[in-house]
């Protein structure tokens, strides 16, 4: 896995968008950018995941820049629920390693 | 659709006691399967997983090992746990790049 880089905590207000950045300036070509998120007391859950174009499903939308040494997890419209950890891995092979991700606390 | 379970979903264990966790996969075939552990407010560690039956790649060394006996059946044994041991463990799967899905994981406290 590439090396990422993310922001220990994040603050968000109820109903407005969320940037999650991440940093993987290691990555290969091969390299696929996944997110996940975890909620207290569960396993992680599979958020969305990238090559090279910016994605978009239910959950959220990942914008990949250029050089695909960075990207950005969007919450288009935060909710309490989405309060959670949100890990960002870059892997082209069987293992995913999390880091320590980004916790994202959500007000009301 | 596929499933996965995990059990048991809580134990406390005492210190040099052995561990069984077990880990099943329905719904898909040859999946690649991962035990993950989380030790209290930190991150996931991968410790083990395997491309098939009777492979597994490990980690981390320790004193905790896996087995495959089955395609869709991943265990994580230990012979005698230690108080370091105590983590919330997950089982995963996985089918080539696609996404990992976790199971409800496995709560052990030792004592």
């Known amino acids: 896995d590439a090396k990422t880089t993310q922001p220990n905590s994040m603050e968000s207000n109820e109903e407005e968008p969320v940037h999650l950045p991440c940093n993987h300036s290691t990555i290969s070509g091969t390299d696929y950018i996944h997110w996940y998120r975890q909620l207290p007391s569960q396993g992680p859950e599979y958020v969305i995941h990238?090559?090279?174009s910016n994605v978009n499903n239910r959950m959220a939308s990942l914008a990949i820049a250029e050089d695909r040494k960075s990207s950005t997890l969007i919450l288009h419209r935060a909710t309490l629920r989405d309060a959670a950890v949100y890990y960002c891995i870059a892997n082209a092979g069987n293992m995913l390693t999390f880091g320590g991700g980004t916790r994202l606390m959500v007000k009301p | 659709s596929q499933t996965i379970h995990q059990w048991p979903a809580t134990l406390v264990q005492p210190v040099g006691s052995p561990l069984s966790l077990e880990c099943t996969v329905e719904g898909t075939s040859n999946p690649n399967l991962y035990w993950y552990r989380q030790a209290a407010g930190r991150g996931l560690q991968l410790l083990f997983y395997s491309v098939g039956i009777g492979q597994i790649s490990s980690e981390v060394p320790q004193n905790l090992s896996a087995s495959r006996p089955q395609d869709r059946q991943f265990i994580l044994s230990s012979k005698k746990l230690l108080l370091s041991d105590s983590g919330f463990y997950l089982c995963?799967?996985?089918?080539?790049?696609?996404?990992?899905?976790f199971g409800e994981g496995s709560r052990l406290t030792v004592l």
């Open positions: 995963a799967w996985r089918k080539g790049r696609r996404e990992l899905f």
């Open positions: 990238g090559l090279t």
